[in-house]
């Protein structure tokens, strides 16, 4: 591919500095990728994939194509778009039919006569949550050249998602929901410690968990990681389990 002109260049530039008069999220997505499909020569479709509570959907797309390609990596659990946001990195597809990388997504892209595929991470709060995907019928249709004029382009999506309040959360309520999670397992794990050292019941050991975390005036978490923490490697004999209990005690 060759180098895209100056002008075209400046237009993208131009086109992220005047996203941010779009009032929406969607609506700025869907305005990036039209022009993209618009302005990258060999695109023959675009669109932006989000990480929405953990799980990838297309929420702008240049029409069903995009749907289509994507589609093909949530139902094999590999492709480019999902490597992207994973690497935080981009990742791009030269020649469909000679790549390695992505076996299972392969069959899928080309049985939608897609030969390269171009995407570029997108970040928000510290994070990749999600991708600008270009996908065309040419081999070799993007080169470092393409990345270079889509960084403005996708600094903007990313700036729009990071100012997105329903994004931010969203993201928010994953983060509190795996912290519960793992906060719960934990507390259940050092419950059963508890359980088999001072054999108790279970209602017993959460109030031992909760006292104790009371005394110090510290989380019931932070008191399960310092009561697994004291468990040695393997089974534990019955001198190891006292030396617990008196950990706990």
Known sequence: MQELPAEAVERLARVARLLSTQRTLPAKLETIVAIVKRTIPACDSAGVCLLIEGDPMSVGVTDRLTVEVDLVQYETGEGP?????????????????RDTRFKRFAPGALAQEINSVLSMPLAAHGRSVGALDLYSHQVN???AHTEEALRPLAEAASEAISRSPLYAYSLDMVDGLVENLESR???????????????????????RLRGLALAEGTSMRAVAERVIGALPAGVPS????????????
């Open 185 to 207: 397992a934990l507390i259940a794990q050092a419950s059963g410690v508890i359980m088999a050292n001072e054999r108790c019941t279970s209602d017993a050991a959460l109030d």
């Open 141 to 143: 249709a993007f080169d």
């Open 81 to 97: 778009c999902l490597a992207a946001i994973a690497e935080s990195q981009v990742i791009r597809i030269d020649v469909i039919e």
């Open 238 to 249: 019955a001198e190891q389990r006292r030396s617990i209990g008196d950990e706990v005690r």
